[in-house]
């Protein structure tokens, strides 16, 4: 199985922006869908985005114009930039890929990374 590293959570002011890294680990790797969510306490795991291997990226509508997914194939990486972060925004993100390695069909999750948006 794909072993996804998630990085960049923490604590921000509303207004203010981080970067969430997910890095995916294995040679012969490659993504065909990466995707970001989230979970806030006492609700559904929810998408934020996600991104195809031709780029196309799709967003919630709640992040649309503040959040970017973007990815680095060389890296194996995809990222989350978050920009004007609100309060509403505050949970656990987790990243999702998609992909083969060696040929094989994979489908793995990260650990989480808590981003909490308060003042």
């Known amino acids: 199985q794909v072993q996804l590293v998630e990085s960049g959570g923490g604590l921000v002011q509303p207004g203010g922006s981080l970067r969430l890294s997910c890095a995916a680990s294995g040679s012969g790797l490659s993504i065909n869908v990466a995707g970001w969510y989230r979970q806030a306490p006492g609700k559904q795991r929810e998408l934020v985005a996600t991104?195809?291997?031709?780029?196309?990226?799709n967003y919630a509508d709640s992040v649309k114009g503040r959040f970017t997914i973007s990815r680095d194939n060389a890296k194996n990486t995809v990222y989350l930039q978050m920009n004007s972060l609100k309060p509403e925004d505050t949970a656990v993100y987790y990243c999702?890929?998609?992909?083969?390695?060696?040929?094989?069909?994979?489908?793995?999750w990260g650990q989480g990374t808590q981003v909490t948006v308060s003042s």
């Open positions: 999702n890929v998609i992909g083969r390695l060696w040929g094989s069909y994979f489908n793995s």
């Open positions: 991104i195809t291997n031709s780029d196309s990226p």
